[in-house]
């Protein structure tokens, strides 16, 4: 168990660029979920999977964002024409889910974007 | 809707000295309470939860949180907190009962830790 990677730690663009961030759960995780954390905040649920299929999407996922994960392992969030109001970071969690019993998040260390 | 309230955006504490970090929520059902911690530009750690029984968790490092239903509180505590104790601790909130999918989180209260 190596736990949650993600990559890259830090990311520097410039706005109108597009960035992509990559996640790596847990191995034997089902579940993998994406939030935003800003500044002074706790973070925010943008998405979640379960294997491949993504259930669930928070309405502060715009049109610019789109999430995948293919093979129901790693997962990528994708943004597009970033703006300045991305700049935060991007955590991603994983969990072994089953009907009926309790799971946990385990966090990742976080992507840092900052969008100039 | 759920929500979760940390009132004390920052704490100072000397070392050795008891700390309490309060958390209040709102759900309507049995809430899924978690206690997580984050050092400086690192990911969350999970320091302990509750779903049911006991009122009284257990976590790592020496932390506990007692469940009140009553006051809607999960509040953290440490009888002796140690310098490598100063982070930045967010009480969160499963959405639905056995299932955590989606995670609402306080707004954070920094710990600080005087020698």
């Known amino acids: 168990d190596t736990g949650v990677s993600q990559d890259p730690r830090h990311k520097i663009t410039k706005r109108g660029q597009n960035v992509t961030f990559r996640c790596d759960p847990i191995s034997e995780h089902n579940r993998l979920y994406w939030y935003r954390q800003t500044l002074g905040q706790g973070p925010e649920f943008l998405t979640y999977?379960?294997?491949?299929?993504?259930?669930?999407k928070s309405r502060l996922l715009s049109d610019r964002f789109s999430a995948e994960r293919p093979k129901g392992s790693f997962s990528t969030l994708e943004i597009q024409r970033t703006e300045q109001g991305d700049s935060a970071m991007y955590l991603c969690a994983s969990s072994l889910w089953a009907p009926g019993s309790t799971d946990e998040q385990y966090f990742g260390p976080g992507t840092r974007l900052t969008v100039t | 809707a759920q929500s979760v309230t940390q009132p004390d955006i920052h704490i100072t504490v000397s070392e050795g000295a008891s700390l309490e970090l309060r958390c209040n929520y709102s759900?309507?059902?049995?809430?899924?309470l978690f206690w997580y911690v984050q050092s400086p530009g690192q990911g969350l750690q999970l320091l302990l939860k509750y779903f049911s029984g006991d009122t009284l968790v257990q976590g790592i490092k020496g932390f506990e949180a007692e469940f009140k239903r009553s006051q809607s509180s999960f509040n953290l505590r440490k009888p002796s907190v140690h310098w490598s104790d100063a982070a930045e601790y967010f009480c969160a909130v499963g959405r639905s009962f056995y299932n955590t999918d989606k995670l609402i989180f306080g707004t954070g209260t920094r710990l600080q830790v005087f020698p």
């Open positions: 759900y309507g059902a049995t809430p899924y």
């Open positions: 999977f379960q294997n491949e299929a993504q259930l669930e």
